[in-house]
Nanobody, 125 residues
Framework: QVQLVESGGGLVQAGGSLRLFCAAS????????MGWFRQAPGKEREFVAR????????YYADSVKGRFTISRDNAKNTVYLQMNSLKPEDTAVYYC??????????????????WGQGTQVTVSS
């Protein structure tokens, strides 16, 4: 079992920045890739970013590329999402996810083994 706890969401003006945190625990969490998804009201949950605990390639949705950065601190078992130049369309509940590395495409929710509880990000215009 893997537990994921997000924090760091809030209200920010357009153009501002926020940093999300995802604390991972459980015996097997390091076996999974770590990702961020988001869900806006009335929309489907969508992929934002992904990386592995071991490093290597990172992946981003086109809509956030160049503005968001996913990173990790292995010593703290924590994954971060640094969000800069925020736009009102970034408003959503953001979810941390532990993703299978051998099942489904990284940008699909079918690849997710475990979800966090979500944290609200609201960007005002």
């Amino acid at each position: 079992q893997v537990q994921l706890v997000e924090s760091g969401g809030g209200l920010v003006q357009a153009g501002g920045s926020l940093r999300l945190f995802c604390a991972a625990s459980g015996r097997t969490f390091s076996r999974y890739a770590m990702g961020w998804f988001r869900q806006a009201p009335g929309k489907e949950r969508e992929f934002v970013a992904r990386m592995r605990w071991s490093g290597g390639s990172t992946y981003y949705a086109d809509s956030v590329k160049g503005r968001f950065t996913i990173s990790r601190d292995n010593a703290k078992n924590t994954v971060y999402l640094q969000m800069n130049s925020l736009k009102p369309e970034d408003t959503a509940v953001y979810y941390c996810a532990a993703q299978y590395t051998d099942r489904g495409s990284y940008y699909n929710t079918e690849s997710v083994a475990y979800w966090g509880q979500g944290t609200q990000v609201t960007v005002s215009s």
